[in-house]
C-alpha cells in the first residue's frame, strides 16, 4: 500500500503501545483537592480564536466549583498527557487512545464524562434526535460496484486517511482484520487528505472503496448533490467511544463527582451550551467509566504490534 509506515508514525503510535495491566492497581492515592482548575485542550484549528471563545466557560465553571477555572491550548494530546502526569495540569479533553495511553502507561488520568453527539441515521445520513457517546466509521463504494460485502474488498484499491486516523484508517482496517483480510498487505491502499477528498476519489474512480467517518457526505452536498444516491455503505466499524473529560489520577473523588456534575449542569445553561457548541462541537455530556474502553485497547495493541513489525521488517 502506499503509506509509508516510517519510524516518525511508529513514534506517533508508540504512545498507544499496551502495558500488562494490574487491574486492581491504583496509579495514586486520590487526595488531590484542587484550590484552582487547571484545564488543557488541543484545538481543532485556529488556537488563539477557539482559547477566547473558551473564555467564557472558566467563569461558569468557576461559579459551579467556586474555584478559579484556568483554561490553556496545547499542540498535541502528547503534551498534555506528560504535563497530566506531571501534575501540572488538572484535566483536559482527551480523545479515546490518548485516554488510554494516559491511563494505562503512565497512570496519569482517569476518565470523568464522555462527550455526547446526535446520532446518525442510516441510510440518509441525517442527523437523529438521540443523543450518543459514539461514532461509527464506515467503507463507501460506488453504487453500481460489484463489491457486496467485507470479504470483496481483498486485493481492491482502498482510500484511507493516515494510519493513525481513528475513523480514516484504524477502526476500518481493523474491521477488515476481523474479516481475515490485512489492511497492510491484501488491499494497496492510496492516502487522501480529509474524508471528503477519500470520497472525491471514489466518485472519480480512483479507488474502490474509502474509510470515512458517518456521514461525511452530508457535508459535501452542496457541491455534489448526488452523493448519497452515487455511493454505497458496505459496511459499519465497531463503536467507536467519543472524547473524554478526564482528570489526573489524583483527584479526590469529591471532587470528581463535583466537576462531572459542574459540565452536565454547564450544558443547561443556554450560554454554556453555546461556547462548549462553539470551542468542542459538543451537545452534551455524560458519566463515563474505564471498561468502556476495552475495545480502544484491543484496536491499539493489534495497530502498534502491526506498525512494530512493520518497521522492524524495514531496518
Known amino acids: 500500500m502506499t503509506i509509508v ?15 500488562s495491566l494490574d487491574p486492581n492497581s491504583a496509579a495514586s492515592s ?3 483537592v484542587p484550590s484552582e482548575l487547571r484545564i488543557q485542550f488541543v484545538p481543532s484549528q485556529m488556537a488563539e480564536l477557539l482559547l477566547a471563545k473558551a473564555k467564557p466557560l472558566e467563569k461558569l465553571l468557576s ?20 504535563s497530566m502526569k506531571a501534575k501540572t495540569i488538572d484535566l483536559s479533553f482527551l480523545p479515546p487512545s490518548n485516554y488510554v495511553y494516559a491511563h494505562d502507561n503512565l497512570k496519569a488520568v482517569d476518565v470523568l464524562l464522555q462527550a455526547l453527539r446526535y446520532g446518525v441515521e442510516t441510510p440518509t445520513g441525517k442527523s ?6 459514539f461514532y461509527q466509521a464506515m467503507f463507501l463504494v460506488r453504487t453500481d460496484s460489484p463489491i ?3 470479504e470483496d474488498l481483498k486485493n481492491k484499491k482502498i482510500g484511507w486517511q493516515s494510519v493513525t486516523s481513528a475513523a480514516g484508517f484504524v477502526y476500518p482496517g481493523f474491521l477488515l482484520k476481523k474479516n481475515e483480510i490485512d489492511p497492510f498487505r491484501n488491499v494497496t491502499g492510496q492516502q487522501f487528505t ?14 474502490d472503496a474509502v474509510a470515512v467517518f458517518q456521514d461525511i457526505r452530508t457535508n459535501m452536498l ?40 459542574a459540565f452536565i449542569a454547564i450544558f443547561k445553561d443556554p450560554e454554556g451550551k453555546k461556547v ?17 474502553f476495552q475495545f480502544v485497547r484491543e484496536v491499539n495493541k493489534w495497530l502498534y504490534n502491526e506498525l512494530n513489525t512493520s518497521q522492524n521488517s524495514e531496518i
Do not use: C
Open 148 to 150: 457486496q460485502s467485507i
Open 276 to 292: 462548549i457548541q462553539d470551542v468542542f462541537s459538543h451537545q452534551g455530556y455524560t458519566v463515563s467509566e474505564d471498561n468502556k
Open 222 to 261: 452542496k457541491d455534489y448533490p448526488n452523493v448519497m444516491s452515487d455511493t454505497r455503505i458496505l459496511a459499519f466499524s465497531s463503536k467507536i467511544p467519543n472524547d473524554t473529560i478526564s482528570v489526573r489520577s489524583d483527584m479526590h473523588p469529591e471532587w470528581r463527582k463535583k466537576i462531572q456534575e
Open 194 to 207: 480529509g474524508h471528503d477528498k477519500a470520497v472525491q476519489g471514489l466518485l472519480n474512480n480512483k479507488v
Open 63 to 82: 461559579e459551579q466549583l467556586e474555584i478559579p477555572v484556568e483554561f490553556s491550548v496545547n499542540t498535541n494530546y502528547n503534551n498534555v498527557v506528560n
Open 5 to 19: 509506515t516510517s519510524s516518525e508514525v511508529l513514534d506517533e503510535i508508540g504512545q498507544h503501545r499496551p502495558d
Open 128 to 133: 437523529t434526535r438521540e443523543l450518543v457517546d
Open 30 to 32: 486520590a487526595s488531590f
